[in-house]
């Protein structure tokens, strides 16, 4: 089985950053597509952030200049930098990633449990 934990979340003044990270554990896999998830309240879930395993990125047009998204892929982590926050920006943040098991051809999607980021003073 595989799994993502998150850290990172908290509470922060406007304008300040905070760093999200996401490590998938478990037995042998491969990661490919690493994305971020936000969801606020009262609202669906939106893609934040994606990082493929060449490292091509994309973001929301609202995070663009302000978010950072890397991936350490030896230790099976993605990051997610958040600067200039905003209030808008609080939300319940998800990883997710794209695992092909070992011994396997199929791509699943796995997430994790998320993690609360609060932007307010």
């Known amino acids: 089985q595989v799994q993502l934990v998150e850290y990172g979340g908290g509470l922060v003044q406007p304008g300040g950053s905070l760093r999200l990270s996401c490590v998938a554990s478990?037995?042998?896999?491969?990661?490919?597509?690493m994305r971020w998830y936000g969801q606020a309240p009262g609202k669906q879930r939106e893609l934040v952030a994606g990082?493929?395993?060449?490292?091509?990125?994309n973001y929301a047009d609202s995070v663009k200049g302000r978010f950072t998204i890397s991936r350490d892929s030896a230790k099976n982590t993605v990051y997610l930098q958040m600067d200039s926050l905003k209030p808008e920006d609080t939300a319940v943040y998800y990883c997710?990633?794209?695992?092909?098991?070992?011994?396997?051809?199929?791509?699943?999607?796995?997430w994790g449990q998320g993690t609360q980021v609060t932007v307010s003073s």
């Open positions: 997710n990633f794209i695992i092909r098991r070992s011994g396997s051809v199929v791509r699943s999607e796995y």
């Open positions: 478990g037995s042998r896999f491969s990661i490919y597509t």
């Open positions: 990082i493929t395993s060449t490292g091509n990125t």
